[in-house]
């Protein structure tokens, strides 16, 4: 239901077809949400056949036709509905702090590998939503709002290179 409702909001942003609406995905809500190509078209698909999205068919000048998706009016009432509903809590599933958790059988090289490929895997998460946020200006509520979210991830990922700094400290 959260990735419909994302999309929806991607679509409400601008219409786009299901490549550009996995780049935005990629470079916009996936701070803070995953989901692979498959995900995407499924969820794109459904909401289509739901009447929540509509797909229009675009002439390409030179190129292919684009199937070009827009929100309907179904689309924006869902998306209204979500987002003034009471946040639900989403359960965090981590594959690194399952391995931090289970780790005693790891010697000491294994587990400063397990640390420094999370740290690697962080900072090149850092260094991508840092870039992201210096090439963006907030010129109106809505890009404000965005902007803010990637502020999150930013410190949320300043804030586990601090957590791993300690881990390390407290395990060596």
Do not use: C
Not at 75 to 93: I, M
Not at 143 to 149: E, K, M, S, Y
């Amino acid at each position: 239901m959260v990735l419909a409702r994302i999309i929806l909001g991607l679509l409400a942003i601008a219409p786009m077809t299901g490549y550009d609406l996995k780049r935005h995905f990629d470079s916009t809500a996936g701070h803070f949400w995953t989901a692979d190509k498959a995900q995407i078209y499924r969820t794109l698909a459904k909401l289509v056949a739901d009447g929540h999205a509509e797909v229009e068919t675009v002439a390409g000048s030179g190129a292919p036709d684009r199937q070009e998706h827009r929100i309907t009016a179904a689309g924006e009432a869902a998306l209204a509905e979500w987002l003034a509903s009471e946040p639900e809590r989403q359960t965090e599933r981590d594959p690194f702090l399952a391995r931090v958790f289970f780790g005693a059988g790891l010697d000491e090289d294994g587990l400063r590998s397990l640390f420094a490929g999370r740290r690697e895997a962080v900072h090149e998460r850092l260094a991508r939503y840092e870039q992201l946020r210096a090439e963006n200006s907030a010129t109106d509520r809505g890009a404000r709002l965005r902007l803010v979210t990637l502020d999150n991830g930013i410190a949320h990922l300043r804030t586990e290179l601090a957590w791993l700094d300690a881990a390390e400290e407290e395990l060596t």
